[in-house]
């Protein structure tokens, strides 16, 4: 009783030293925001920094060089390439790994707790190796495409790809390994993962109870899919090739190992702006990263307010 | 004719064993239940999006267990609707007859009919976003008619719905059986759906489906 009537006299007491709901409000919203507005603070600081080192003289220096704007081209054309290429392979693998997750298994064997156990770890490596591509350094996804091409089948399919190119018209390509198809596949390897990731994530977040309701109503598998699912997964699909645009777009470790960088042939902006810091040429790296920088935000940009028709307010990966 | 025989459906540690039902042609059937009692489970297994783990389910004598849902010309509407959230109504009235390809002109004509007996005519162009929950159902119900089903499976549909909804619902759902001279299995554990609807009456307790007369 004694301590009954003690908590609720000190009660009063103990909210008149605690600040009104709406300053307690305010409080807890600017520490929220504090530690994303320092790292904010930290991007923009960088860009800043970037634009006052480099001045307008560097820029038409490094665009006036012909190695450069082969470069600039170069890395848009495979950037592109390898993200049409990893959407492909994002979209049904993103699908089916939404769709055969670990409460599709359990409903589906719930009378076979054996093959219920098997599937689900099974799904968990699939899932593991998956993430591979992101968790590598990449200068190890250089070495190891290099290693693989070293193999005999590797070596096959380089002298293969080599005939095709010659039988489509391109005899100056020749095979894979240090070719303009060696910075697709080095940018594709680590962009395509983190693209199946992003589809993988929206078709989870999407109800599967339509596409089954539409199997119903005399729909196939893929028409329920085409029909029903992929409208739904639209914005997905720009925010994963924008992210497996904008990855490619930066890749260079593996680039480097895989591709090489011999000027006016596999030489990419990310490579450009090495090379110049290997040269000494500071001024001329940092004018090649704002290239790239002013590059990615347009591009992406762009692409958010044509793809997404600016309808909604989150960032340009979507 | 609508036949389940000695349908077993074996879901973890939920069970139904053995069930016999026999729906005559035009019946307006209603299943009762308590909730967790598996009706939803058995109307499911019906559709094809559920495997039984023995047993047959038979449409007019055709053996339909082992055929994917898309060909069983079963028409279902679930109790959450699940309409598609990127389609516009009229779109979804004719999705069963798009995907059976059939013509544009036709597809037409068939999806104004259904709006037109559903009361759809002026929610075509909109997206479900902003639908009620009694027009939500009674798109739901208009999809899965337009294609001409053999039989049309309805998960509690009025439970969703206030009392005016309901009744507006239980007079278009006898209408959509009368016109379309569909067989209908409809579940629910509303004692007055039973009464207003059904044609045969049926309860399934203990993991069994029997006649029941005892609300009529």
């Known amino acids: ?318 | 004719m609508i036949k389940l025989d000695k349908l077993t459906i074996l879901q973890g540690n939920f069970s139904l064993r053995e069930i016999d039902v026999s729906i005559p042609q035009g019946a307006y059937a209603i299943l009762m239940g308590k909730t967790g009692s598996g009706k939803t489970s058995l109307l499911e297994t019906i559709c094809g999006l559920r495997r039984p783990s023995s047993g047959r389910i038979l449409i007019n004598d055709q053996d339909v267990t082992r055929l994917p849902p898309s060909q069983r010309q079963i028409g279902y509407v679930p109790q959450d609707s699940a309409l598609f959230p990127t389609m516009n109504v009229a779109r979804q009235i004719g999705f069963g007859l798009e995907v059976r390809n059939v013509k544009t002109a036709q597809r037409k004509k068939r999806i104004e009919e259904v709006a037109e007996l559903l009361e759809l005519n002026s929610l075509m162009k909109r997206n479900p976003g902003g639908l009620s929950g009694g027009e939500l159902q009674r798109v739901a119900l208009a999809r899965a008619i337009s294609f001409r089903p053999r039989l049309l499976c309805l998960d509690e549909p009025l439970s969703s719905l206030d009392e005016p909804a309901r009744q507006s619902m239980i007079d278009l759902l006898r209408a959509v059986h009368d016109s379309e001279n569909v067989t209908v299995l409809h579940i629910t554990h509303s004692s007055m759906e039973c009464r207003q609807l059904g044609t045969l009456q049926l309860r399934l307790a203990n993991g069994k489906v029997e006649p029941f007369e005892g609300l009529v």
């Open chain 1, 1 to 318: 009783m004694n301590l009954l009537k003690t908590s609720m006299s000190d009660a009063p007491t103990s909210s008149t030293t605690q600040p009104p709901p709406g300053n307690r409000n305010r409080i807890f919203w600017i520490t929220m925001s504090g530690f994303g507005v320092m790292y904010l603070g930290l991007i923009v600081a960088m860009i800043f920094a970037d634009y006052q080192y480099a001045n307008w003289q560097d820029f038409k220096d490094l665009l006036g060089d012909p190695t450069v704007r082969f470069s600039v081209w170069l890395s848009l054309f495979t950037c592109t390439i390898s993200a049409i290429l990893s959407m492909w392979v994002a979209i049904p693998t993103g699908y089916v790994l939404a769709r055969v997750g670990r409460d599709a298994i359990n409903s589906r064997f719930a009378n076979q707790p054996l093959m219920r156990r098997c599937l689900r770890a099974l799904r968990y490596v699939i899932d593991t190796l998956l993430d591979v591509p992101i968790v590598l350094p990449p200068l190890v996804v250089g070495i190891s495409l290099l290693v693989l091409f070293q193999t005999s089948a590797g070596r096959w399919l380089d002298g293969m790809t080599n005939e095709v190119f010659a039988a489509l018209g391109f005899p100056g390509i020749q095979g894979i390994t240090y070719e303009i198809p060696a910075i697709i596949l080095a940018q594709f390897t680590v962009s395509a993962a983190f693209a199946i990731r992003t589809m993988r994530d929206t078709f989870e977040q999407i109800d599967a109870r339509p596409e089954q309701i539409a199997t119903t109503l005399g729909a196939s598998h893929y028409q329920a899919f085409s029909d029903v699912a992929m409208p739904q997964a639209r914005f997905g699909c720009v925010a994963a090739f924008t992210l497996a645009w904008a990855r490619s777009l930066g890749e260079f470790g593996p680039i480097l190992i895989f591709a090489g960088t011999t000027q006016m042939k596999t030489e990419v902006l990310s490579t450009t702006v090495y090379l110049n810091f290997q040269m000494g040429n500071l001024k001329g790296a940092v004018a090649a990263s704002l290239l790239l920088l002013t590059l990615a935000i347009f591009v992406l940009l762009l692409m958010r307010f044509v793809a997404l028709a600016g309808d909604d307010d989150r960032g340009i990966m979507a």
